[in-house]
């Protein structure tokens, strides 16, 4: 039974750095497709990156280039999402979804439980 589990939310300022972590159990993280999205108060589920099974062709959504990394440790079974330079808009709170390349969330049949991030400025 494939389970995500994502930790590192939590209150931050504008300006600060935070490590999104997403661990996998019952499948490979390298053998997965994996995502994050967000979803703030009263809105929809937005994409925020993914990362291919091959770690090829990893892509962000332009809300996050360049300030945002997605990346893997197969070791720890893991991906992560380190965020800098967050701003307030960046207040969500952030799931780690497997199994599909889409952009869009009804596609992804797995997903973590979400992390709470709350940037004040």
């Known amino acids: 039974q494939v389970r995500l589990v994502e930790s590192g939310g939590g209150p931050v300022q504008a300006g600060d750095s935070l490590k999104l972590s997403c661990v996998v159990s019952?499948?490979?993280?390298?053998?997965?497709?994996m995502a994050w999205f967000r979803q703030a108060p009263g809105k929809e589920r937005e994409f925020v990156g993914n990362?291919?099974?091959?770690?090829?062709?990893?892509r962000l959504s332009d809300s996050v280039k360049g300030r945002v990394t997605f990346f893997r440790d197969n070791t720890k079974n893991a991906v992560f999402l380190q965020m800098n330079n967050l701003k307030p808009e960046d207040t969500a709170v952030y799931y780690c979804?497997?199994?599909?390349?889409?952009?869009?969330?009804?596609?992804?049949?797995?997903w973590g439980q979400g992390t709470q991030v709350t940037v004040s400025s």
């Open positions: 979804a497997a199994g599909s390349t889409a952009t869009t969330a009804l596609s992804y049949p797995y």
């Open positions: 990362m291919p099974w091959s770690g090829i062709n990893t």
């Open positions: 019952g499948r490979a993280v390298n053998m997965f497709n």
